[in-house]
């Protein structure tokens, strides 16, 4: 598996990857072809590439998509389903079904993180559905905490700076 950066051409992937995302149980609840006419959901690619936005796609060996994670920020007034401030990223990952458990999610989100924390931001939210354990698990692990509510799924955040103190930390 590869990890390259997302880029503007990415952004039918990316459609994909937000129904895929809002699917994770296994039931279509949404096609990638209701993205673009969902106002919530399209907030997620809609004018992806903006300043701001970063992220990356995993590959295959054969160079195909296996799945991408990227952030960006959103207003006050046009918030995402884990936002908790106009200067905190919010993070959306997605994994292909036919990759899901192999580590896929995993190397996109450590790669995205990454791509956060490089870009300067202080800290990446995200939200998780309730049911989707192992997801939260993955979150939870690199120490996302939660911090609030949204419908049927509880906001979290990881407050980069602490995250790179502690893994420093474990490193000594």
Same mark, same amino acid.
């Given at each position: 598996?590869?990890?390259?950066?997302?880029?503007?051409? #990415?952004?039918?992937?990316?459609?994909?990857?937000?129904?895929? =995302?809002?699917?994770?149980?296994? !039931?279509q609840?949404?096609?990638?072809? #209701?993205?673009?006419?969902?106002?919530?959901?399209?907030?997620?690619?809609?004018?992806?590439?903006?300043?701001?936005?970063?992220?990356v796609?995993?590959?295959?060996?054969?160079? !195909?998509?296996?799945? +991408? =994670?990227?952030?960006?920020?959103?207003?006050t007034?046009?918030?995402?389903?884990g936002?908790?401030? !106009?200067?905190?990223?919010?993070?959306?990952?997605?994994?292909l079904?036919?990759?899901?458990?192999?580590?896929v999610? $995993?190397?996109?989100? #450590?790669?995205?993180?990454?791509?956060?924390? +490089?870009?300067?931001?202080?800290?990446?939210?995200? $939200?998780?559905? @309730?049911?989707? @354990?192992? +997801?939260?698990?993955?979150?939870?692990?690199?120490?996302?905490?939660?911090?609030?509510? !949204?419908?049927? $799924?509880?906001?979290?955040?990881? @407050?980069?700076?602490?995250?790179?103190? $502690?893994?420093? +930390?474990?490193?000594?």
């Amino acid at each position: 598996m590869l990890l390259r950066p997302a880029s503007t051409t #990415d952004l039918d992937l990316l459609t994909d990857l937000v129904a895929e =995302a809002v699917n994770w149980g296994g !039931e279509q609840r949404v096609t990638a072809a #209701d993205v673009p006419t969902d106002d919530h959901l399209v907030r997620y690619v809609e004018g992806w590439g903006r300043s701001g936005d970063v992220g990356v796609v995993a590959l295959d060996e054969a160079g !195909e998509p296996l799945g +991408a =994670a990227w952030a960006r920020v959103f207003a006050t007034g046009r918030r995402g389903w884990g936002f908790v401030a !106009e200067d905190v990223p919010e993070l959306s990952l997605g994994v292909l079904p036919a990759r899901r458990g192999a580590g896929v999610g $995993s190397a996109l989100l #450590d790669g995205c993180l990454g791509a956060v924390r +490089a870009h300067g931001s202080r800290a990446v939210s995200l $939200s998780v559905e @309730d049911g989707n @354990d192992l +997801a939260r698990g993955m979150y939870e692990r690199r120490g996302f905490v939660v911090v609030g509510r !949204e419908g049927g $799924s509880d906001v979290l955040v990881l @407050d980069l700076a602490e995250a790179t103190r $502690s893994a420093g +930390a474990r490193k000594v």
